[in-house]
């Protein structure tokens, strides 16, 4: 998944043949997972068609402040357009609508649109060589970086004049990839190592049956999205689960026993900044399993069970720089009973759900959990959605490497 997923894009268009590109450049962004609004200078409609650009956005196009056809009069709101994005791109960036940018010429839409946007705003200028080399140009480029503006440089190549040099708008490709960087650079979690456990695990009895538990694994996938989306380097490792997930910072480890997520964990451990055991290990095991499928001749069956390695004890006892976090399941004496673990495993949070809770639990979609870190501080927090408790775990990630 591309950091764009989600990123409501206001894309402001001027008239520079380039124009034909944005058709692409839409395309892109939109499956990227980005929503795109375009906004367009009224010498870009000359280039390219707003029934593309509305077709390919699945949005309508603005270009005016009001429709003159429209017999109600609808007033396109450049400062609603102008809060709506979490950020702006103008591609093509023609010198003129630089200038006017510049210098705060409001005299359409677009311009309207980039007066009011308060989210950061990327330009790609797109010109014939010698106008991109002109001390005026130059100006412009510089007052817009001073404003916090972002360039996204022009490349060199054939130019519509014939000429040849740079001018030419960035390969919408490169607009994609630049935005995308920027993004990630920005994350606040970038560069960090994030390892979760997530799911249940299965202990075989024999090659066909098992003991196992309900987990559906969504917690920890949750937050493996949630660290990902903030930019983090997301290790995850999964008992057998039907769950998903397709982001580019996640990888994927999938596991069947507490053996062998034991062995995965500690394969990682040592190079991660974080981790997070959300996993529904197994504590017991059978102690022989049976070479071949058990035969029903019996009346009673007896299963020899041993304890399974605690994995998130065992990180903890070899943490050196790692925060850790663990998650309780307690049905009485809960914070108690969380607060000794948080001891016993050495962890710097523990997430403690309560079976009390109505909503809490396996197979809800929500979640009610309790915070407690090392200094025992208790945070409880609302019934929620498994999404929002994984975005709060994760913010507590953050709140660690910024304090
Ligand atoms: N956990 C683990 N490995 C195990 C068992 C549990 O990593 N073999 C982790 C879980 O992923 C979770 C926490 O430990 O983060 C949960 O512990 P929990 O099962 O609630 O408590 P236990 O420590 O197993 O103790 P008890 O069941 O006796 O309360």
Redesign the pocket.
């Known amino acids: 998944m591309s950091v764009l997923s989600g990123k409501k894009i206001l894309l402001g268009i001027s008239g520079g043949i380039a124009a034909y590109k944005t058709a692409h450049l839409v395309r892109l962004l939109i499956k990227a997972g980005a929503h795109v609004q375009v906004v367009m200078s009224p010498a870009s409609l000359h280039f390219v068609t707003p029934l593309t650009l509305a077709t390919l956005s699945k949005r309508p196009v603005y270009s005016t402040f009001y429709d003159e056809e429209d017999e109600k009069g609808l007033w396109n709101n450049h400062v609603e357009l102008g809060l709506w994005g979490d950020l702006m791109l103008i591609a093509p960036a023609t010198a003129n609508t630089l200038s006017k940018m510049a210098n705060g010429t409001c005299d359409n839409l677009l311009i309207a649109t980039y007066l009011s946007a308060k989210c950061p705003v990327y330009f790609a200028p797109a010109m014939d060589l010698d106008m991109y080399k002109h001390p005026s140009t130059l100006e412009s480029f510089h007052k817009l970086e001073a404003f916090g503006n972002i360039i996204i440089p022009a490349e060199n190549g054939e130019l519509a004049s014939g000429l040849s040099g740079e001018g030419r708008l960035a390969e919408p490709e490169n607009i994609v990839a630049f935005l995308e960087k920027d993004l990630l650079r920005q994350l606040p979690l970038k560069g960090k190592k994030i390892m979760v ?1 997530a799911g249940p ?1 299965y202990e075989a009895i024999d090659p066909v049956r098992f003991i196992g538990n309900h987990s559906s694994g969504k917690m920890g996938f949750d937050i493996a999205l949630q660290a990902a989306n903030r930019g983090a380097e997301v290790v995850l490792i999964s008992g057998p689960t039907h769950l998903q997930i397709d982001h580019a910072l996640v990888t994927v480890v999938p596991v069947v026993s ?1 053996q062998e ?2 062995d995965a ?1 500690h394969q990682y451990y040592n190079t991660m900044d974080v981790a ?8 017991y095991r059978p102690k022989n399993k049976a070479p071949q499928k058990i035969k029903k001749d019996d009346a009673t069956l007896s299963l020899t069970l041993e ?9 903890g006892k070899q943490k050196t720089h790692q925060f850790l ?6 049905t009485e004496n809960e914070i108690e ?1 969380a607060t000794l ?1 948080i001891q ?2 050495n962890l710097d949070l ?2 403690l759900n309560s079976l009390n809770d109505e909503g809490a639990g396996f197979a809800q979609p929500t979640n009610k959990v309790t915070f407690i870190d090392r200094n025992f501080t208790i945070e409880p927090m609302e019934l929620k959605s498994k999404e929002a408790v994984a975005f709060d775990i994760v913010t507590k990630i953050i709140q660690h490497y910024e304090a």
């Open positions: 456990t695990t507490a997520m034991y964990c997070i055991a959300a996993a529904a290990v197994a504590d304890k399974t390695a605690d994995i998130l004890a065992s990180l976090i663990g998650f309780a399941l307690e009973n673990k016993k495993k523990i997430v």
